[in-house]
């Protein structure tokens, strides 16, 4: 089950970001249950959709409350956010990060607590939380972010270029702006559209009352199938967490398994 979860490609990228395991001074005290186990426990979490209590503690051997806890380490470390971009770099090195256009997109999904919710408009009003990312041309998540779900899109797009990390690419320096950035009826405002061309970024913003979004579907098909994968992730079909930092936490480690494919094929 662990190798299954966690493989050796994998477990090798996470032992370059996850920190240290703390030691006591006095030494002594129970025996800490190793970081692949528990990492495979936290990704059956995240793909199963389960409570941390429901976790088969037999099949790992750190129990649910150990499982959170280390998440809750890592998650205050950013580990996810860090092997979320060392997989990306891998993919960069390789070529397979396609930079000649981009697409951006949100999700809504139910929330029943929590920070960074609010009253969904198009749910009658039921709380709820967004997830928006960017995609590269392939549709690989390349940066992502959180909100209430009564946040507009159109709020999204700077803090989402602004979070697209340096990538490594097969040659020359890193990179972090794609070439044209494709978005829907949305993102349709003057200001944007100003501000991507000041950063030397072109824009394919569909435009109200004028273009159909048929024709935009044709590239940014690929995000939506993106939107279909994070779903394979069970634990972001209705949020649970409290914190938006785990919640944030649970996404990043979907968009690091969807990318982790991408590299293993």
């Keep these: 089950m662990v190798e299954r979860l966690v493989p050796d ?4 990228l996470f032992q370059r970001v996850v920190p240290p395991a703390p030691t006591r001074p006095q030494g002594g005290g129970r025996r800490r249950h190793g970081d692949r186990e528990v990492l495979a426990a936290i990704v059956f979490v995240a793909t199963s959709g389960c409570t941390w209590q ?11 409350a150990t499982a959170h806890r280390r998440f809750t380490e890592w998650t205050k470390a950013r580990v996810w956010a860090k092997l979320h971009r060392l997989v990306l770099d891998e993919l960069g090195a390789r070529g397979e990060l396609d930079w000649s256009r981009c697409a951006i997109d949100s999700v809504n999904m139910r929330a029943l607590k929590g920070d960074l919710t609010g009253p969904n408009p198009v749910d009658r009003g039921k709380k709820g939380s ?10 690989l998540p390349i940066s992502i972010g959180i909100s209430g779900a009564n946040t507009h899109d159109s709020q999204a797009l700077i803090p989402l270029i602004r979070g697209i990390p340096p990538i490594r690419s097969r040659r020359g320096p890193r990179r972090r702006k794609p070439s044209k950035l494709y978005a829907d009826k949305a993102y349709d405002y003057a200001h944007l559209r100003r501000w991507l061309r000041q950063r030397g970024i072109a824009h394919r913003i569909a435009r109200k009352g004028i273009e159909s979004s048929a024709r935009l579907g044709r590239h940014r098909w690929k995000i939506e199938r993106t939107m279909a994968w994070l779903a394979g992730c069970r634990r972001l ?25 991408r590299l293993t094929k």
């Design 9 to 12: 490609e994998l477990w090798a």
């Design 54 to 64: 429901q976790l088969p503690s037999p099949s790992f051997g750190p129990s649910g």
């Design 130 to 139: 967004k997830i928006h990312l960017i995609t590269e041309g392939s549709g």
């Design 237 to 261: 079909h209705r949020r649970y967490e409290r914190s938006a930092d785990h919640f944030l936490a649970f996404t990043s480690i979907a968009c690091t398994l969807i990318c982790y494919r």
